[in-house]
């Protein structure tokens, strides 16, 4: 078998400052890193190398902590929560082998994407096995409600790819938040409402952590999307300049090429896509953007969306989870500074 496994410390911002943030709960990620490992056993070796490569490696575990900090910000973080916090970060890993794929993405996590160590045809369907691993589950848990939640959200992640996929470059900024929003805030916002849930919230409580999941989500996108242009890959684990080798926009370009420059940006982003650009034109387009006040104004609107989250938290009662809560939005949106 192998066993080489992606390195967990690569992601940013600096893992001291996210397991600071992810303390209240520390006990209970840890049950959950337990549990899903359990949850993707099987008896095909394929589905334990891929697994163990890239599930068993760790990571972040951002959404999983946000269901549980949710959790104990309403008043119960117990076994059913860290269930549920399992399933949602299965969804989330089985996600990301299917975007690897279709993004012809060769590194995650500063190595080898799996389809790339694995091929195609294994990752697609291991990432099939993880979505068939998370409704078994959650049947046994036995709340349709949740089920309905979280169903909800793989249908809008589905939906917006497809979106992305039929508008290609032909995108507006009203396009691109609509994409942004079903492609990484629905799984945001589907963490935070069945975190209440297990928490034993009220459906006005419930509504507003989802509200405030769908907020982070929102920056947490933009903010990345705007590490795809200003990152280092050594830093994020991944490679960089991705949007635009496919052609697709982000909202810092987007807004760049409605100024007076946009003509030039336009052609930059055209020839990177049809693979006549170079490092240096990503570099050059960059610079484009950012003088023509894109970055900027994406950055703007990435801290305006951790401003509206925090509002949604702020009448929880005082507790750990809630601080937490109230900080994640701004380490969110601090990765670009």
Request: aromatic share 4%.
């Amino acid at each position: 078998m192998n066993n080489q496994k992606y390195p967990t410390d690569s992601a940013p911002p600096a893992d001291s400052r996210w397991r600071e943030l992810f303390a209240p709960v520390q006990t209970e990620l840890e049950q959950t890193e337990r549990l899903l490992m359990e949850l993707v056993e099987s008896q095909s070796p394929t589905v334990r190398d891929v697994v163990n490569y890239t599930v068993g490696s760790g990571g972040k575990r951002l959404r999983p902590a946000l269901v549980l900090l949710c959790a104990q910000a309403c008043g119960q973080c117990g076994g059913r929560a860290v269930r549920l916090a399992a399933a949602v970060e299965l969804v989330h890993s089985g996600s990301l082998l299917h975007d690897d794929v279709f993004d012809g993405s060769e590194r995650r996590r500063g190595t080898e994407s799996a389809w790339r160590r694995f091929g195609t045809p294994a990752t697609v369907l291991v990432g099939d096995f993880m979505a068939a691993a998370v409704y078994r589950h959650l049947c046994n848990d036995g709340d349709n409600d949740v089920m309905g939640i979280l169903t909800d959200a793989v249908i809008e992640m589905c939906e917006a790819e497809l979106l992305s996929l039929e508008r290609g470059s032909e995108i507006d900024e009203a396009s691109y938040l609509r994409i942004i929003a079903g492609k990484t805030a629905a799984l945001f916002a589907a963490s935070c409402q069945i975190g209440a849930r297990a928490g034993g919230a009220g459906a006005p409580v419930q509504t507003a952590l989802s509200a405030y999941g769908r907020n982070v989500g929102m920056a947490f996108q933009i903010t990345d999307d705007l590490l795809d242009l200003y990152g280092d890959p050594d830093k994020l684990g991944k490679s960089v300049g991705q949007d635009q080798s496919r052609g697709l926009l982000t909202l810092a370009v987007i807004h760049a090429m409605d100024s007076d420059s946009g003509a030039g940006i336009a052609r930059m982003v055209s020839d990177l896509a049809q693979g006549r650009g170079d490092a240096q034109t990503a570099a050059r387009l960059a610079e484009r953007v950012a003088q023509a006040g894109g970055r900027s104004y994406a950055e703007s609107r990435a801290h305006r969306y951790a401003a509206s989250a925090r509002q949604h938290v702020e009448k929880l009662p005082a507790c750990p989870g809630k601080q937490s809560l109230l900080s994640i939005p701004e380490e969110i949106v601090g990765r670009i500074t």
